[in-house]
């Protein structure tokens, strides 16, 4: 395809969620020491033990190297030269939609939220008969500007609320799980979350109570130079049911910038959490300058029996992505699913995939991850699967393809097997191949443009995976895909 | 006259200050290599370093080993049935390009102590039959053997290694593979050594337009064994086969590493490991292949898959793909598991013993693998080879 060779050189989608939002910020100095986690302890109104957490975690991280096994390439990371800590000035609570910021609500409608939902964002107070069915925690940087629908939520016993303020009004339930699933020396940039985190979700679902409406973040990272380091923490009590939808979208500047969040969720026996991202930080210009550093610790522990945990993941931004949301299957016949698109276009550089640990008896797990490669990118499918002695009757299956649009871009499939127990059964598959000649073809015939039919194409090659997703995302992941790849054929 | 050696990479170098002047060859390589293996040292022998590409085996026992470093060359040739030339690398002492000693610990070791090694040629287009190469290990004996094999254009060659011996030796073999324009090499190897020795063989083949590497590999023996093979194909239309079968048992501990690299358009790949595990044995499958910006029309294949036949075996498999051209067919395969149930309950009920049910689907799981190696005696004598492991299990 040498049209294709040729359009490479014209591609600039540019980026279209690329804006600043100029909001006054409470900013603290550049650099990392014990100060400034005091600094973010003290602004946090943090206990005690939270603090010592910190600092036992800074000094954990400050005896770490940063790891060098996966498939990226980037300067070295000044970690002296970032904020750790940024959020919007407060203000007293609006009364109504006309006193909020304007700049703020530009910024969602940008965002695509719904005028409902920005009221609610912005801390307005919402009609009660007039609920649109998703509960939004938007993380404004580093702090959570505002949590919807706590109330509705919290009548069916569900706490969903900014990290912060759980440590402050749920200090039991955090200080029990907290670092339980990814602990502090997990890696490098776990240990590094884990002292300087400023904010992120978290969510606790009783005993039996299915949430009744799709939780949702939105993450956002504003300031310049200002690494968000976020924290979220997840608990489905046992036979509970909750889908939790996480969104990024960061505006366009030069510098890369540092992104080192960690997620937790926790499932007991037959409870059931359905994790969902679409990521489309900056990724960088055409010449691979600036984007988002993507380097993210997401783990799920299916404690109980017959528990689940579903990962699903749009990854279509961000300069450098380094994430592998995994499942440690430690209750019998618990379930782990790890569904995944990764689209890497210009100088972008994805190194993902998943860890499925199986421990429990009758564990089983799926892993159906589907990479697209174009322009002058890299991406690889990274993934362990660990059947123990003790995982009797345990399944596996994997399936990778890879899909190669250009060919100055790189495609790469790592997985690891590890097997101890011979009743598991482990199967794997991939593929890598370019888009099929003779599909494109029959999709010009019918008078589709080059570009519209690679579009359905790739749509198709995505489906099992798209299909995963939550209706609201479903959606906007199609159209993330066409933009992302805009240009990328000729 | 022979050296005892103290343990560790330490030992090695001490064996190289005493014996470098006897060796023969560039002593300029010799020392790069025991500079870089200064720098490697024994892969998880006695530093925390950790290196990918040896993720899954530890050489920690080899570490703890006094060996004893002889002047013999352990191993026979047989040119009975073969017009290949022979020579010996004591006499003719060259080190090609394809070996990387600053990459690979034990291609450095190898490449600092090699006293002997089997080189043998074929001119263009004669088909030169088959060579056969024993090798003896013996006690506590560190061997190095550099083997060397040239095919001329068109040329064919069968080359079949058989690797025995008795104690706790060490066989570090190093084998660089030259196939020029339309040649063909068929290399099979069995490696059958003590249960208490130590096996690497690190094999470099470079495949010109053309050409065929076709190999196999069975091993049934080694208390810490390596099969390392390194397969570029440089030239159009060059193919590569990299088949193999691992029966392990007791405590063994066998490693089949592989990586193709298809630097060319229009190249082909195929490779069927299996591995069969009893006991508490651990089998380890890498397996990757290379695609460069170049190799357009790449058409790669690869399949893992492993038997477990006890609770206390363990398989690690990395099976990998790196791919920076696009216009590629590549796709490759794992499975895990013991045997299948169904099958088994099938055949016993139609009368045949359990024992007997399980021998035949062993068999069959591996006759996959050696039904690629085409010459019909060697097939067979593996075959045979494979029955006799299996009877001593069953025993």
């Not at chain 1, 993210?296 to 299916?302: D, I, N, S």
């Not at chain 2, 998880?44 to 703890?64: C, D, F, I, M, Q």
């Not at chain 2, 029966?247 to 690299?261: K, N, P, W, Y």
Request: overall charge negative; proline content about 5%; hydrophobic content about 40%.
């Amino acid at each position: 395809m040498s049209t294709t060779t040729e359009a490479l050189d014209t591609i600039n989608s540019g980026y279209k969620w690329g804006f600043e939002t100029d909001i006054e910020m409470d900013l603290a100095p550049k650099g990392l020491n014990e100060d400034i986690i005091r600094l973010i302890s003290a602004r946090k109104e943090e206990p005690e033990w939270m603090l010592e957490g910190r600092l036992k975690a800074f000094s954990q991280w400050q005896k770490m190297a940063e790891p060098v096994w996966a498939r990226v390439d980037h300067p070295p990371i000044d970690y002296q030269d970032l904020h750790y800590y940024a959020a919007p000035k407060k203000k007293p609570g609006p009364k109504s939609l006309d006193e909020v910021d304007p700049e703020l609500l530009k910024m969602y409608e940008k965002l695509g939220i719904p005028l409902k939902e920005r009221a609610i964002l912005a801390g307005v107070e919402a009609d009660p008969d007039e609920r649109p069915q998703i509960a939004v925690d938007a993380v404004f940087d580093s702090v959570s500007v505002a949590t919807t629908f706590r109330e509705s939520l919290a009548k069916v016993g569900v706490i969903f609320c900014p990290i912060s303020e759980a440590v402050r009004d749920h200090p039991d339930l955090v200080r029990q799980y907290l670092g339980t699933v990814v602990p502090v020396a997990d890696n490098y940039f776990s240990a590094l979350n884990a002292a300087v985190f400023t904010d992120g979700s978290f969510c606790y679902i009783p005993k039996g109570v299915r949430c009744p409406m799709e939780l949702s973040t939105y993450f956002r990272i504003n300031a310049r130079n200002t690494g968000q380091f976020e924290r979220t923490l997840i608990i489905a009590e046992a036979g509970a049911h909750v889908s939790y939808l996480e969104g990024c979208t960061a505006p366009q500047r030069d510098e890369n910038q540092l992104h080192a969040a960690v997620v937790e969720l926790i499932a007991m026996d037959d409870a059931t959490i359905k994790y969902s991202t679409v990521q489309n930080w900056y990724p960088g210009d055409e010449n691979g300058r600036g984007g988002i550093y993507n380097f993210v610790t997401k783990r799920g522990a299916c404690r109980g029996a017959r528990s689940k945990i579903s990962w699903t993941q749009v990854e279509t931004g961000s300069a450098i992505t380094w994430k592998y949301p995994s499942c440690v299957l430690i209750g019998e016949d618990s379930v782990g699913e790890f569904y995944s698109v990764a689209v890497t276009t210009h100088h972008q550089q994805a190194d993902t995939g998943t860890k499925m640990i199986h421990i429990g008896k009758g564990s089983r797990s799926t892993i159906v991850s589907k990479g697209i490669s174009a322009g002058k990118s890299n991406n690889t499918y990274r993934g362990l699967v660990r059947m123990l002695p003790s995982a009797t009757g345990a399944r596996n299956h994997t399936q990778c393809d890879s899909l190669l649009i250009g060919d100055q871009c790189g495609a790469h499939t790592v997985p690891y097997i590890e097997s101890r127990n011979p009743s598991a059964k482990v199967e794997h598959e991939a593929t890598t191949s370019k888009i099929d000649e003779e599909k494109l073809f029959y999709c010009r015939q019918r008078g589709l443009s080059e570009e519209d039919a690679v579009n359905l194409i790739v749509n198709g090659f995505c489906k099992e995976v798209l299909k995963e997703l939550p209706m609201e995302f479903a959606v906007e992941a199609q159209k993330l895909l066409a933009v992302s790849l805009e240009g990328s054929v000729g | 006259m022979s050296i005892v050696q103290q343990t560790g990479a330490a030992g090695f170098l001490a064996c190289f200050e005493t014996l470098k002047d006897a060796l023969p060859g560039d002593p300029v390589v010799r020392e790069k290599a025991a500079a870089a293996f200064r720098l490697l040292g024994l892969p998880g022998g006695t530093s925390a370093r950790r290196s990918e590409a040896w993720k899954y085996t530890s050489l920690r026992p080899v570490a703890e080993t006094a060996f004893m470093t002889p002047v013999v060359s352990g191993f026979d040739v047989d040119l009975s049935a073969s017009t290949a030339s022979f020579s010996r690398f004591a006499e003719n002492p060259v080190f090609g390009p394809l070996p990387r000693p600053d990459r690979d610990p034990m291609v450095a070791l190898n490449t600092m102590l090699a006293e002997d090694g089997a080189i043998l040629r074929v001119p263009a287009g004669v088909d030169a039959g088959i060579v056969r190469i024993d090798s003896h290990g013996n006690g506590s004996h560190a061997l190095h053997p550099r083997h060397a094999v040239h095919l001329g254009p068109g040329a064919t060659l069968v080359l079949l290694e058989i690797a025995t011996g008795t104690g706790g030796y060490l066989h570090n073999a190093v084998t660089e593979i030259a196939i020029g324009a339309g040649a063909h090499l068929t290399h099979i190897r069995l490696q059958d050594e003590s249960r208490d020795a130590f096996h690497f063989a690190t094999i470099y083949a470079d495949v010109a337009e053309g050409g065929t590497y076709d190999g196999f590999s069975l091993v049934l023996g080694g208390r810490i064994a390596r099969t390392e093979i390194h397969v570029g194909l440089t030239g159009k239309n060059a193919v590569a086969h990299m088949n193999g079968a691992q029966l392990l048992t007791g405590t063994q501990h066998a490693d089949f590493s592989s990586i193709v690299r298809h630097a060319a358009p229009n190249c082909t790949s195929r490779q069927t490991v299996k591995n069969v595990l009893n006991g508490r044995s651990r089998g380890v499958f890498q397996g990757r292949i290379e695609v460069a910006r170049d190799a357009q029309k790449t058409d790669g294949y690869q399949m893992n898959q492993a038997l477990l036949l006890s609770p206390d075996a363990e398989i690690d498999s990395k099976p990998e793909l790196e791919i920076f051209a696009d216009d590629v067919k590549c796709s490759h395969g794992a499975t895990v598991g013991e045997l299948d149930a169904e099958q088994l309950f099938y055949l016993r009920s139609r009368g045949v013993p359990e024992n007997e049910a399980r021998a035949m689907l062993v068999r069959a799981f591996l006759t996959e693998a050696l039904d690629l190696v085409t010459n019909d005696a060697i097939r067979s004598m593996l075959g045979e080879k494979i029955d006799l492991w299996w009877e001593r299990q069953a025993a």
